[in-house]
């Protein structure tokens, strides 16, 4: 394996936009936070709030990973004080998932994080997304908050 994370262009910012905007309303539909009928449309203003510029929104860097030439998924760290910083996003493209990038991506930015001076990463995982959930705790994350509900 011989991944890396490089900036994303233009081009790679458009397409995981129309992605992300989607996945994150799906996301929060299986929570059971949004409702089908605003779900992208609420999807779509929090992205426009996170990132006004784009893949150049100040302090937010968006990478794509690369395993040699080939892309194999996104990350996105925020920078949101001096010393700490927030993944909104990762996301190993299906056909290269159970191979080891989400866990190595993980670490890639872990060290890049470090270089811009941060101390520590957060991250949200929904609750029903239990293969990323073992990743984080198996890469030292623990959980600081624990939303629980039921259906009657």
């Not at 409702?35 to 794509?64: C, M, W």
Request: net charge positive; charged share 30%.
């Amino acid at each position: 394996m011989n991944l890396r994370l490089e900036d994303m262009n233009l081009i790679e910012y458009q397409q995981y936009h129309r992605f992300s905007i989607r996945n994150y309303a799906n996301e929060q539909m299986k929570s059971g936070g949004w409702e089908p009928q605003d779900a992208i449309s609420r999807a779509e203003q929090v992205y426009n709030k996170l990132l006004p510029d784009g893949q150049n929104t100040r302090n937010h860097y968006l990478f794509t990973i690369r395993d040699g030439s080939k892309e194999v998924g996104m990350i996105w760290l925020a920078q949101r004080t001096a010393e700490k910083g927030f993944i909104y996003d990762i996301n190993i493209w299906e056909e290269n998932q159970g191979k080891g990038y989400g866990k190595q991506a993980m670490r890639e930015i872990e060290v890049f994080a470090k270089k811009i001076g941060l101390k520590k990463i957060g991250l949200h995982v929904f609750g029903h997304n239990k293969r990323a959930r073992v990743l984080y705790e198996k890469l030292g994350y623990i959980e600081t908050n624990i939303n629980m509900e039921k259906t009657l």
